[in-house]
């Protein structure tokens, strides 16, 4: 048994809190399932040291063992635009009204 004063709120209390906040504001996790800032601490501190990734890792292996999981993969860039802001500079680039900083004047 560790030392200390025992946990306030139940981890399964603050995950299903964490599975709540889907979709909503940390504010706003029903305080059945605790403080949302207790919450929020746990989900933090969890993604940190990598605890959700492990976890996940280990769901997808399981499920990839029991052949839940199909990994075929199609991808498909046929219709792959860049924005038109994207292909650079314009012509007009180098004159003294369309560099950075502002506009030139010579009077």
């Known amino acids: ?4 004063r ?11 809190g964490i599975r709540f ?4 504001p940390w ?5 059945e399932y605790g403080p949302w800032g207790r919450i929020y601490d746990m989900f933090r501190r ?6 959700w990734h492990r976890i996940l890792t280990h769901l997808q292996s399981l499920a990839d063992a029991g ?11 046929t219709v792959c635009r860049a924005h038109q802001h994207a292909a650079g500079p314009g012509s007009r680039a180098t004159c003294g009204r369309n560099r950075l900083g502002g506009v030139h004047r010579t009077w």
């Not at 906040?21 to 909503?24: A, L, N, Q």
């Not at 969890?46 to 605890?51: A, E, M, P």
């Open 1 to 4: 048994m560790k030392a200390g």
């Open 6 to 16: 025992p946990p306030v709120w139940p981890r399964r209390q603050l995950i299903d």
């Open 21 to 24: 906040r889907t979709g909503v």
């Open 27 to 31: 504010r706003d996790v029903p305080v």
């Open 46 to 51: 969890w993604q940190r040291n990598g605890t």
């Open 67 to 77: 052949g839940a999981i199909v990994w075929d993969l199609s991808v498909d860039s």
